[in-house]
């Protein structure tokens, strides 16, 4: 049977906003994330990448440590020689014994497992996807067992560099929120009055949330 082949990297698909046309709208039209940008580092835009191999980075990384996670997919990788790329075909083939073997979790193994079969569905087209509304994209993916809304929001964020994502449930937006914007709320209310606040920040609230992250010199983290 022939596999799915790999692409490492995609173009964008559609024309992308300068970033001092992002930066620009961000900071008049919010003073206080106009002082976070001003006092951050530029940021560059994010590469885009390949939506399979980012999933199963995604699922790997789940409640472990930067480092552990690099050297577990280093493991995973060789288990797919010659190059490392894990072909959805080779990935539904193997069991939680051989997973075991680099670490995996047999509740990962079954995310992993997972997100190849959506691929061999021809599920994870990049055009197509790349084109898709927040809501629609974040429905999409989390038809795969061990995919939530945080991930799904990551990955339109980073591997699709889309420029309107809002990640209220990330622990970090949340942090940086509450610092600067001095929020008391929590739970429920917290999430309200943080979408309140981004409103204005649109279409370029996934660059807003780089620089919340950054303001706490913090890397995404989901929601426990």
């Not at 193994?109 to 190849?116: E, H």
Request: charged fraction near 25%; hydrophobic fraction near 40%; aromatic fraction near 8%.
């Amino acid at each position: 049977m022939a596999s799915v082949p790999h692409t490492p990297a995609f173009a964008p698909t559609s024309a992308e906003p300068s970033p001092d046309e992002a930066i620009r709208h961000l900071s008049q039209a919010d003073p206080v994330l106009a002082g976070i940008i001003a006092r951050g580092r530029p940021i560059q835009p994010s590469a885009h990448e390949d939506l399979y191999l980012a999933l199963l980075r995604a699922i790997v990384s789940q409640q472990i440590s930067t480092k552990a996670a690099a050297a577990i997919w280093r493991k995973v990788q060789a288990l797919f020689p010659p190059d490392g790329y894990p072909e959805p075909l080779a990935l539904v083939e193997l069991t939680d014994e051989d997973l075991r073997t680099a670490g995996i979790s047999r509740q990962k193994a079954g995310y992993l497992r997972a997100i190849a079969d959506f691929a061999l569905r021809d599920q994870l087209d990049h055009a197509h996807l790349s084109q898709l509304p927040e809501d629609d994209f974040t429905r999409h993916l989390t038809q795969i067992k061990g995919v939530g809304r945080w991930t799904a929001q990551m990955l339109q964020m980073f591997a699709l560099d889309h420029p309107d994502v809002f990640a209220e449930g990330d622990l970090g937006v949340q942090n940086a929120m509450r610092r600067h914007y001095g929020l008391q709320e929590t739970d429920r209310a917290l999430l309200r009055r943080m979408t309140e606040i981004a409103e204005p920040w649109r279409p370029y609230r996934s660059l807003a949330c780089k620089y919340l992250w950054q303001s706490l010199d913090n890397t995404p983290a989901p929601e426990q």
